[in-house]
């Protein structure tokens, strides 16, 4: 560990850092599913169908909103998020059927210090638990730190949020802790469960995305042969 002049530990040097760049996607093309920018006009019809309301009550127990009531209030929560730079929101597509199967964000934008943020993540029931679930995961985290060259990616989530939390831990995220009473939602209390990836984490979990993403890995149901951990 490092020490100044005055003998106290400090961090490692980090020799000609710069400023990151903020996320400009416009396609982002996978084997199973791409990502593309959110936009009303493409993306609407598919999307109310996973937020408006015939969309699951348990898939919105978690999040500070709920189901959009009718077609008039899905828009106009979807052109604020069209609109918005931070959270930046992505359309998930299936390439096969060319249908938007889910959504999620890059928030928290911190160019400054190179850290970003997944969240605001709602599928759809043709999306969950699915290859492509986890393929998109992966071509939002090459993108940060393949193309925008980011230190650090976090993944946050309620703490009681078991179905989030061990999905970051299966994508390779490592548990930081727990943030008590860090927000309140729908008047309830969130203690917010914090999760990273850091750069050198992410080349580690990247072969075992490509081995468990290959076709091979797959039998002719669709069932992995192998985990992610496993791969």
Same mark, same amino acid.
């Given at each position: 560990?490092?020490?100044?002049?005055?003998?106290?530990?400090?961090?490692?040097?980090?020799v000609?850092? #710069?400023?990151?760049?903020?996320?400009?996607?416009?396609?982002i093309?996978g084997?199973y599913?791409?990502l593309q &920018?959110?936009?009303?006009?493409?993306?609407?019809?598919?999307?109310y169908?996973f937020i408006?309301?015939d969309?699951?009550?348990?898939?919105? #127990?978690?999040?500070?909103?709920?189901?959009?009531?009718?077609?008039?209030?899905?828009?106009?929560?979807?052109?604020?998020?069209?609109n918005s730079?931070?959270p930046?929101?992505?359309a998930?597509?299936?390439?096969?059927?060319?249908?938007?199967?889910?959504?999620?964000?890059l928030m *928290?934008? %911190?160019?400054?210090?190179?850290t970003?943020?997944?969240?605001?993540?709602? +599928? =759809?029931?043709?999306?969950?638990?699915s290859?492509?679930a #986890?393929?998109?995961?992966?071509?939002a985290?090459? +993108?940060?730190f %393949?193309k925008?060259?980011?230190?650090?990616?976090?993944?946050?989530c309620?703490?009681?949020n078991?179905?989030?939390?061990?999905?970051?831990?299966?994508?390779?995220f490592?548990?930081?802790?727990?943030?008590? &009473?860090?927000a309140?939602?729908k008047?309830r209390?969130r203690? #917010?469960?914090?999760f990273?990836?850091l750069k050198?984490?992410?080349?580690?979990?990247k072969?075992?995305?490509? *081995?468990?993403?290959?076709? %091979?890995?797959f039998?002719?149901?669709?069932?992995?042969? *192998? =985990?992610l951990? %496993?791969?």
């Open positions: 560990m490092p020490l100044n002049h005055l003998n106290q530990p400090i961090g490692e040097p980090i000609d850092f #710069t400023r990151g760049e903020l996320p400009n996607i416009q396609l093309e084997q599913c791409c &920018r959110l936009c009303v006009d493409r993306h609407f019809k598919d999307i169908k408006g309301p969309s699951p009550e348990s898939q919105w #127990t978690y999040l500070p909103i709920s189901a959009q009531p009718n077609e008039q209030a899905a828009q106009q929560l979807l052109q604020e998020w069209a730079a931070d930046y929101y992505l998930i597509i299936d390439k096969a059927s060319q249908k938007v199967v889910g959504i999620f964000s *928290r934008i %911190d160019p400054q210090n190179r970003i943020e997944m969240g605001w993540v709602i +599928y =759809s029931n043709l999306l969950k638990h290859r492509m #986890t393929e998109a995961q992966y071509l985290m090459q +993108y940060v %393949d925008l060259k980011y230190r650090r990616y976090e993944w946050k309620d703490s009681l078991q179905a989030s939390f061990n999905a970051a831990k299966r994508l390779g490592q548990f930081e802790g727990i943030f008590r &009473r860090a309140v939602y008047e209390n203690d #917010t469960a914090w990273s990836m050198e984490e992410w080349q580690r979990m072969p075992k995305f490509e *081995r468990w993403l290959a076709a %091979d890995n039998d002719d149901e669709g069932k992995q042969l *192998r =985990s951990n %496993d791969c």
